[in-house]
């Protein structure tokens, strides 16, 4: 499976960005879509996360701004990013794992975000 991310790009402090995630193929198994973000000289961290059912899960640091979602008929995830904050600047990575008893775990190729501020 190939993961497409995009939608980054630069927007002042405040405003908003979405990012896509199409996977390549259909995924059937059960699995859990995530959005990892890098600053540069930090590790990846989890940004929010959704499985296959629905359930959803957030940084603390996002909480209330913003929010994940897919369409499984798609095979998409999109992450809505409202009032953007200079330390969500950083390169964004969608993640497909699968959930047990399914062991795979797929990246995107990373899009950039930039707020200024």
């Known amino acids: 499976v190939q993961l497409q991310a995009y939608g980054g790009g630069l927007v002042q402090s405040g405003g908003f960005l979405r990012l896509s995630c199409a996977a390549s193929?259909?995924?059937?198994?059960?699995?859990?879509m995530n959005w990892y973000r890098q600053a540069p000289g930090k590790q990846r961290d989890l940004v929010a996360q959704?499985?296959?059912?629905?359930?959803?899960n957030y940084a603390d640091s996002v909480k209330g701004r913003f929010t994940i979602s897919r369409d499984n008929a798609k095979n998409m995830v999109d992450l809505q990013m409202d009032n953007l904050k200079p330390e969500d600047t950083g390169t964004y990575y969608c993640?497909?794992?699968?959930?047990?008893?399914?062991?795979?775990?797929?990246w995107g190729q990373g899009t950039q975000v930039t707020v200024s501020s």
């Open positions: 959704i499985t296959s059912g629905g359930t959803t």
């Open positions: 993640n497909l794992k699968g959930l047990a008893p399914y062991n795979y775990n797929y």
């Open positions: 193929r259909s995924i059937f198994s059960i699995n859990i």
